[in-house]
């Protein structure tokens, strides 16, 4: 790690113990704010992954996911925001438009509007050729960050030719936006946007993918346990660490070597392009990891543990939120076929 790099995630860290940590639970209540959203400009996690002749941080992988651990143990409801922006400076690479220009440079939160390809061709947002670019169509399932991101990256399905057009797309009024009443990351902004004829320009268009290769991709990625769980997993073992009665930090202690060999397996996995089988099961057990120490937590806490003054409960929902967060129809029946095991098993 460089001291560029090194400098760069302390003041991350520093960022995350000192402001979104303490405020977690506000952050949950009121919303991630627009401060938040440029305190993350100005040290520079808006635009991490760009060309370092815009800005950007110069990190690795390595220094990557150490960087989405650190946001997603401090306030998962602010990694969910920056997370859904985070990826798409660095794939703008050169920015074609000033609106690619303004991403790339770390000065305009973009949202991402991405999964609904999965559900193609039931439910999907539709693309249509134009002679200058294309009309996007259709109502997206989740957008986090709304009101705070002035743009969206859509990913949308053109049918005649099965491929996948992704591009940037300014916010404008014909998005119909409504919220979601969500039990967890309730401060993350997340609503369902209806586009309805959104002219998008060819020079917004970030990749066409036909869509086999969308979906090969998108299973590979949705089927990884990631840094946000094991940033979880940490926030909430140094929880248990703190505790006052000692049976509290005994679960800490005996569960942190698992989680800690998940991790490791997780990561080795993903950078060797292991067997998707086994990604899959760490997903699912980092899961079931999350919420047994979870329910520790409010457990330690007793009563206190369902205050919505207390962190016990926010980690608990997040845990669950993380269950479906990224979720394809493939990781879907493993999680549904691993509970259906606990018990048959058990039963023997």
């Known amino acids: 790690m460089t001291g560029a790099t090194g400098s760069f995630l302390d003041r991350v860290q520093a960022f995350a113990d000192t402001r979104l940590r ?4 506000e952050t949950d209540r009121d919303g991630v704010s627009p401060d938040v959203v440029s305190a993350l400009g100005e040290i520079g996690a808006l635009n991490h992954l760009a060309p370092e002749s815009y800005g950007g941080a110069g990190l690795d992988v390595h220094g990557d996911r150490h960087l989405h651990e650190i946001i997603a143990g401090a306030c998962l409801n602010t990694w969910l925001v920056w997370a859904q922006h985070a990826p798409i400076a660095g794939r703008i690479g050169e ?64 049918p005649a030719q099965d ?58 990625h949705s089927s990884d346990a990631k840094p946000h769980h094991f940033g979880l997993a940490a926030a909430v073992l140094r929880e248990l660490d703190a505790s006052a009665d000692p049976l509290a930090r005994d679960v800490a202690a005996a569960w942190r070597p698992r989680i800690e060999r998940l991790r490791a397996d997780a ?27 979870t329910r520790a937590l409010v457990a330690a806490r007793s009563g206190r543990g369902l205050a919505d003054d207390d962190v016990a409960q926010l980690h608990a929902r997040s845990a669950l939120f993380l269950l479906v967060q990224g979720q394809s129809a493939v990781v879907r029946e493993a999680q549904l076929k691993h509970f259906s095991d606990i018990l048959r098993f058990s039963a023997i």
Do not use: C
Request: neutral net charge; without cysteine.
């Open 22 to 25: 303490p405020r977690a639970l």
């Open 95 to 158: 920015p074609r438009s000033e609106l690619a220009s303004l991403i790339v440079r770390g000065q305009e939160l973009v949202g991402a509007a991405v999964s609904d390809v999965r559900r193609y061709p039931e439910r999907f947002i539709k693309a249509a050729r134009t002679p200058d670019g294309w009309i996007f169509d259709g109502q997206v399932s989740w957008v986090s960050g709304w009101g705070l991101n002035r743009s969206l990256a859509v990913a949308a399905v053109d």
């Open 163 to 220: 491929s996948v057009i992704t591009a940037l797309v300014p916010v404008t009024p014909r998005m119909v936006a409504s919220p979601l009443r969500l039990s967890a990351v309730t401060g993350s902004h997340t609503w369902r946007v209806l586009l309805d004829g959104v002219v998008v320009p060819e020079e917004h268009v970030l990749s066409v993918q036909d869509l086999a290769s969308w979906r090969a991709a998108d299973l590979a």
């Open 267 to 293: 990561y080795r996995l993903t950078d060797s392009g292991g067997a998707l089988d086994l990604r899959l099961r760490i997903k699912i057990d980092i899961g079931e990891a999350l919420g047994t120490v």
